[in-house]
């Protein structure tokens, strides 16, 4: 019999995840790393939020709460979707977890049968499949394209949908292109679903602040009322607020989902941590100035950064709309030997290579379900970027034919 399950063996580390800990090892052997991998916003939390923390603590907020949030988090989380996106729910139509991450896995899991199968475009976010495997479902990837802007269409929608799909999963600004969809484009995909009332939707809206140059974030509920019975608004505090470590994540949607999911979750995490939940009703409710000025630090940066990759030789980067991430291509250094004599087969490879030979590191494509790409995480300041980008520009301008 062996020990360890069928679900654990179903899945992955998560890549991300496994790059961060890499850098954290060649810094402590002293390497000169320039870390362009994690998903995670540079700046502090606000201070206000920080100050609402430690006054949670001297309050006594240091216990158990209900297993999926406190109601004034709760009740705030409904003032934003009746602020930000035109959506009205009720309290209990909202579950807080630790984080997004656990608020889909709890969806997930609830909700998925094995062979149920969950539409995934690619590139995805790199839990989504993992955490649809350990449910017993089947992830159902959907390629997009750079010429597409990394969306997928109505056509690849339909012809992706069977009696089996149970959710669709949308991440609108994506993680890890950046790309984001505008109404038409989003209506395009609501008005698909119409036809397939067994499809539910997973709206992961946690990159929704960063979009850029006067781009208007939307939500699939919000185009479309008649899904509103079938779809779970996923957001969180993590990215907006620069919250990551506070793990707060939250959704909204019909109340029987919502009731299934605080049943797993009184099972597994009992509750999100109290301290963090008076901290996110601080963010939720307090000024929201951070939001317009790293919005706008993020911009001069994805500016500096598809600038800087486009005059790397072999490499070809398209401009997103939000998050804090760009998906450039590395078609054109596909078979190339980098100057330290590594043939560029793939793009773990190239990857590595420039990790190796030049300290930089980004993440590799195939983690995201789209090749021949990486991610480049611009949550850094001006003067790093600027010299991871001097760097990948030299790596690039090295590799030459075999
Ligand atoms: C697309 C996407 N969804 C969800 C999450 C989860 O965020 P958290 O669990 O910190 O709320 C992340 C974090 O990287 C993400 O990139």
Known sequence: ???????????????????????????????????????????????????????????????????????????????????????DYSRDQV??????????????????????????????????PDIVGLAGGVP??????????????AAALRAAITPKTKWLILNSPSNPSGAAYDADQMRALTDVLLDYPQVWVLSDDIYEHLVFDGFTFVTPAQIEPRLRDRTLTMNGVSKAYAMTGWRIGYGAGPK?????????????????????????????????????????????????????LNECPGVSCPMPQGAFYVYPSIEGLIGKVSAAGTTISDDEAFANALLD????????????GLSPHFRVSYAASDDTLSEAIRRIRTFCQGCQEP
């Open 140 to 153: 159902v990837i959907v390629p997009s394209t750079a010429e597409d802007g990394f969306r997928i269409s």
């Open 1 to 87: 019999m062996a020990f360890l399950s069928d679900a654990i063996n179903r899945i992955k580390p998560s890549p991300t995840v496994a790059m961060t800990g890499r850098v954290a090892e060649l810094r402590a052997e002293g390497r000169d790393i320039i870390g362009l991998s994690a998903g995670e916003p540079d700046f502090d939390t606000p201070e206000h939020i920080r100050d609402a923390a430690k006054n949670a603590i001297d309050a006594g907020h240091t216990r158990y709460t209900a297993v999926d949030g406190i109601a004034p988090l709760k009740q705030a989380i409904c003032d934003k979707f009746a602020r930000e996106n035109g959506l």
């Open 256 to 308: 029987a989902l919502i009731a299934a999911m605080a049943k797993l979750q009184s099972q597994s995490t009992s509750n999100p941590c109290t301290i963090s939940q008076y901290a996110a009703l601080a963010a939720l409710e307090g000024p929201q100035d951070y939001i317009a000025a790293s919005r706008e630090a993020f911009q001069r940066r994805r500016d500096l950064v598809v600038a800087g």
């Open 357 to 368: 030979e030049t300290g930089v590191a980004i993440v590799f494509g195939a983690a995201f």
């Open 95 to 128: 579950s807080v977890g630790t984080g997004g991450k656990q608020i889909l896995f709890n969806a997930l899991l609830a909700t998925l049968n094995p062979g149920d199968e969950v539409i995934i475009p690619a590139p995805y976010w790199v839990s989504y």
